[in-house]
Every structure is written in structure tokens, then in C-alpha cells.
T-cell receptor, first 116, second 110 residues
Framework: DTGVSQNPRHKITKRGQNVTFRCDPI?????LYWYRQTLGQGPEFLTY????????KSRLLSDRFSAERPKGSFSTLEIQRTEQGDSAMYLC??????????????FGPGTRLTVT | TQLLEQSPQFLSIQEGENLTVYCNSS?????LQWYRQEPGEGPVLLVT?????EVKKLKRLTFQFGDARKDSSLHITAAQPGDTGLYLC??????????FGTGTSLTVIP
């Protein structure tokens, strides 16, 4: 078990370009979450998957954002026509809950996006 | 507007001092979690509390869940420089979605 991994760790792109991030959750975890976090603030929920089904999306997830989890394993988050306001840390978390302590999220290291 | 408000937002203390961080909401949560996050990394889970009034202790850290399951506190005794980081609370409502607090940035000065 290597934990949750995310790639790339850093991405710098020009405004208007498309970017795609990848998240590999802990292998036996069936739920996968995407969050966005700006500096010094708490993560904000974007969307989550139960296996391959995308069950909930935040209103923060505009039509420029799309997420997939095609085989219920890894997930991708794509942002089209990036804007400077998209600059943030994008975090992925996986869950295999509930365990004895309830639903416990395990986070990846995040992808830091900078839009110039 | 975030569902959970944390206070204080920033805290800078000397090594050896005690501190308390508060996490408040008007909503009820089925469970509440505390995380610590270091710069450039994802949050790391510290504890989950699920019962109103529950108190959990992890070494120098004491976590309490309010009786009404709307608020929580984190108390650190004899803070050390290694405690420096961003502390986040997160409430779960039915396990489908987690709502994070606004965060408390703690700096412990040696």
C-alpha cells in the first residue's frame, strides 16, 4: 500500500490551455474525492465517485471541469480553457469506509496548478 | 460561505505553551475529523470523533466533539515546533460529503 498518489505534483500553464490531473487512490478504496484548496484555506469539495459512478458534483465544478473514473480505479480531473482563478492546489482523497472510526479520508500530496 | 468556521485563523506561540483551536457550525454532523497539513502536502488525518460529548486524547493533543455535534475543539499541551502546520476540521454528513473548516495556521517558535 503506497497511499494515494497524484500526478503531476506541479503544473504551470498559460491561460486558455487545457490541463489534466491524475489520482491513483489506495487500491481497495471504493470512494474517491476531488477537492480544490487555495492558500491558507480549507479544501473545498468538487466531486466524488463511488467506484466508477460520479455521484455528486459541487456548483464549483463549472462546465470547464470534468472528472472521470473509468474503471473504478484511478481518476482524472480535466480543466478546459484554464483561467487565472483556477490556480490552486487540487487534492484527491480516497475512502474505504465506514471503518470503526467512521469515514476516514486519505489524501494525496496534491497537484499545484499555476495559470499564468 | 464555509459550513465550519475555525478560530483563531492564525496562531503564533512559544514552545511549551498550551493552545486551543475551535471549530464551530450551526449544522449537525455525523462525525468530525481533524487534520494537520504541511506546506505543499495533503492533509493528514489526526482523529475522528463520532459521538456527541466525546473526548479523545492523542499524546499531547485532546479533541472534543460538542454535545450537539455542531462544534469541536483541539487542545495542544506544551506545543513543540513539530506541531507547526495548518489544522483543519472537517464534518461529515452521512458520509457522502465532507465540509472543511477555514483552517488554523499554527506556528510554534522554538
Amino acid at each position: 500500500d503506497t497511499g494515494v498518489s497524484q500526478n503531476p505534483r506541479h503544473k504551470i500553464t498559460k491561460r486558455g490551455q487545457n490541463v489534466t490531473f491524475r489520482c491513483d487512490p489506495i487500491s481497495e478504496h471504493n470512494r474517491l474525492y476531488w477537492y480544490r484548496q487555495t492558500l491558507g484555506q480549507g479544501p473545498e469539495f468538487l466531486t466524488y465517485f463511488q467506484n466508477e459512478a460520479q455521484l455528486e458534483k459541487s456548483r464549483l465544478l463549472s462546465d470547464r471541469f470534468s472528472a472521470e473514473r473509468p474503471k473504478g480505479s484511478f481518476s482524472t480531473l480535466e480543466i478546459q480553457r484554464t483561467e487565472q482563478g483556477d490556480s490552486a492546489m487540487y487534492l484527491c482523497a480516497s475512502i474505504n469506509g465506514p471503518g470503526p472510526l467512521g469515514y476516514e479520508q486519505y489524501f494525496g500530496p496534491g497537484t499545484r496548478l499555476t495559470v499564468t | 460561505t464555509q459550513l465550519l468556521e475555525q478560530s483563531p485563523q492564525f496562531l503564533s506561540i512559544q514552545e511549551g505553551e498550551n493552545l486551543t483551536v475551535y471549530c464551530n457550525s450551526s449544522s449537525v454532523f455525523s462525525s468530525l475529523q481533524w487534520y494537520r497539513q504541511e506546506p505543499g502536502e495533503g492533509p493528514v488525518l489526526l482523529v475522528t470523533v463520532v459521538t456527541g460529548g466525546e473526548v479523545k486524547k492523542l499524546k499531547r493533543l485532546t479533541f472534543q466533539f460538542g454535545d450537539a455535534r455542531k462544534d469541536s475543539s483541539l487542545h495542544i499541551t506544551a506545543a513543540q515546533p513539530g506541531d507547526t502546520g495548518l489544522y483543519l476540521c472537517a464534518g461529515a454528513r452521512g458520509g457522502n460529503q465532507f465540509y472543511f473548516g477555514t483552517g488554523t495556521s499554527l506556528t510554534v517558535i522554538p
